[in-house]
């Protein structure tokens, strides 16, 4: 019997100073897009930007259902938006937030396995890191350089060529 240690690794700041303009932009946009989120049931509102490689961002919010398991997250509407419309270019970053009992929210959200998982396959068809910037109200930013740092033990197509 051997026991594993998996160890991950995130950077916070504490305000956006250290960020280029491409980075405040995508990180406006997400605040932008939890705005414009459709979650009268939860009322928690997410917000996604995605950074394409060509300097698109494009955004998206999860959207709701009165059936409750037919909604989507905020970070795969966006990034199911971005690869629907943009197929071969790589994601470069995402950055997400949320709004939540009127204010933005000042806890910083990090997304759900599904999502997690969702990020993952763009990462691996690309071959090249995604980073992910998670964005409390008051200009915190948690930023991650991959998204293999997100999930241990994600699940890739690589088992699937494996068994093939
Ligand atoms: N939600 C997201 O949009 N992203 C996440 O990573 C976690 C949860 C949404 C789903 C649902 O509309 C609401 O937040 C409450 O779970």
Known sequence: MKKIKLETTATLYEDYSSFSDEEKLLFSKAR??????????SKFYVGAAVLLENGIILKGNNQENAAYPSGLCAERVALFYASATYPTIPV???AVTVHYNGSDLEDI???CGACRQVMAEYEHKSGKPIVL????????VCQIDSIK???PF???ADILKASS
């Open 149 to 151: 740092d997100t999930l």
């Open 154 to 156: 994600l699940f890739t």
């Open 92 to 94: 470069k970053a995402i």
């Open 133 to 140: 910037y998670l964005l409390s109200a008051n200009e915190q």
């Open 32 to 41: 932008e897009a939890c705005h414009d989120a459709y979650a009268p049931y």
């Open 109 to 111: 959200v990090s997304p």
